[in-house]
């Protein structure tokens, strides 16, 4: 056994005994309503964190309604039966909670992180959220208003704010990621009252729901507690639309040009590929990490430290439920010419494609990919989400522990060939940024 493979075998060896010391342990069960409920009891801090996941994002929407999803995230703050509007947050805050939620292509996720002592006023008020929500007029002209101003302070008015709006829309022909998640203003504002509760009534119902509960918990006290609270609720009695689209496999490079309020001009590359969970995600997954992560990353090198042609560029990858995307961005520096940028960025394609990557830097993404999934579960709420995800999308909530070993078992040659099968021309839309010209 060589050097490098010896220090490859203690590395992995150290983190799977770590993950077993670390092993997030829960329990799962299903109400006869369809909820799927999993709880993680952590008894070490008085906290607890209650969450529900809604499988429902923008691409469930009606292409004539879109963004009914990320409007309801907030349209379900307003209060129900038994909450006034504008007393949601109040009861939180006054229990010395937090809260959030977001709103994905995919998903739905709220989340409230309470005093353990508080954990039966996070369930009351989930149920409430699932069960008696106030859809009504004076909600819905309410959050109209409020979308709209967030659309101009993230969106319309953010340097650069359009740009994955521009990207998905040439990326995707047919499937419903081609609309962004806060979706059309028209299409909320002529959307009726109607329209609104069909909605709640299809998509938030226990039957497309994962409540999620981790923290200072006594497992069977718990239990009762949600079915106390959740068990009475109805199933949903209209089906849930699930989009069958299968994208059409690109052949031709899209190229564009988007003028906008900027101050230096941007190249964006976004390819195809394949849906989380697959096998070839995790290997284009390490990819992303080797060209993006860190002030040594391979982007960040040539195009930061070594050329300065950039003050910025780097790679995520965009995963999703069905084939999504991995997109590139490389911010130049004054006076650069977006064109040589771009030949810097695709002679790092053409590197990855042609050789492997050293065993030394493979060695150092493998140790930051063991980094990365053990701080995705560093706060109580990241567990409940985590649990949540793994279920809904995986249908393996027990992922939160074993994902780690799919990513280590992707090997050089991996890499190597999924970069020689996504980052190509024909797969991809490049964008570039440009300023506008001053009158």
Same mark, same amino acid.
């Not at 069905?322 to 590139?328: K, L, Q």
């Not at 393996?396 to 991996?414: F, G, H, M, P, Q």
């Given at each position: ?80 039966? *038994?909450?006034?509007?504008? =007393? +949601? ?9 937090? @809260? $959030? !939620?977001?709103? %994905? ?84 504002? *002529?959307?009726?009252?109607? =329209? +609104? ?9 226990? @039957? $497309? !729901?994962?409540? %999620? ?227």
């Amino acid at each position: 056994m060589n050097f490098n493979k010896l220090l490859t075998f203690i590395s992995l060896l150290s983190f799977t005994l770590n993950a077993q010391m670390n092993k997030i342990e829960f329990t799962e069960f299903t109400l006869d309503n369809g909820l799927h409920v999993i709880l993680h009891e952590d008894n070490s801090n008085p906290i607890v964190a209650v969450s529900i996941m809604y499988h429902v994002g923008s691409k469930n929407e009606n292409p004539e309604r879109t963004g009914m999803a990320h409007f309801f995230e907030h349209l379900l703050f307003e209060g129900s039966e *038994n909450i006034e509007r504008g =007393e +949601f947050f109040n009861y939180i805050q006054n229990a010395g909670g937090v @809260n $959030n !939620a977001y709103t %994905s292509n995919d998903k739905t996720f709220y989340y409230e992180l309470f005093p353990s002592n508080q954990l039966e006023l996070g369930l009351w008020l989930e149920s409430e959220r699932l069960l008696h929500a106030k859809v009504e007029k004076i909600g819905i002209e309410t959050q109209r208003e409020v979308v709209k101003e967030e659309k101009r302070l993230r969106v319309d008015n953010q340097p650069y704010g359009t740009m994955l709006e521009e990207l998905m829309k040439r990326a995707y022909e047919k499937h419903p990621y081609k609309w962004q998640v806060i979706g059309s203003m028209d299409h909320i504002n *002529n959307a009726t009252e109607e =329209e +609104f509760m069909d909605f709640y009534k299809t998509f938030y119902v226990p @039957n $497309n !729901a994962v409540l %999620s509960i981790a923290g200072d918990i006594n497992l069977e006290e718990c239990k009762n507690l949600v079915i106390d609270y959740f068990a009475e609720i109805p199933r949903g009695k209209k089906e849930i639309p699930r989009p069958k689209i299968i994208e059409p496999k690109k052949e031709l490079e899209i190229r564009d040009t988007i003028y906008d309020e900027i101050q230096l001009p941007a190249i964006i590359h976004g390819f195809h590929i394949p849906a989380q969970g697959t096998e070839d995600f995790y290997a284009v997954d390490m990819l992303n990490k080797l060209l993006s992560d860190g002030a040594s990353s391979r982007l960040n090198k040539s195009l930061v430290e070594e050329s300065q042609k950039a003050v910025y560029s780097g790679a995520f990858t965009f995963n999703l439920e069905d084939p999504g995307m991995t997109i590139a961005f490389s911010m130049a520096n004054s006076e650069e010419n977006p064109k040589d940028i771009e030949n810097l960025m695709d002679l790092e394609y053409e590197k990855v494609k042609s050789e492997l990557i050293s065993e030394k830097e493979f060695q150092k993404l493998r140790n930051q990919i063991e980094n990365d999934f053990i701080q995705s579960n560093y706060r109580m709420y990241d567990i409940a989400e985590n649990l949540a995800n793994y279920h809904t999308f995986y249908g393996n909530a027990n992922l939160i522990n074993t994902e780690i070993e799919k990513y280590l078992s992707v090997t050089r040659e991996d890499i190597l060939n999924v970069a020689k099968k996504y980052y190509n021309k024909e797969n991809r839309v490049t964008l570039y940024y440009l300023p506008k010209e001053k009158n």
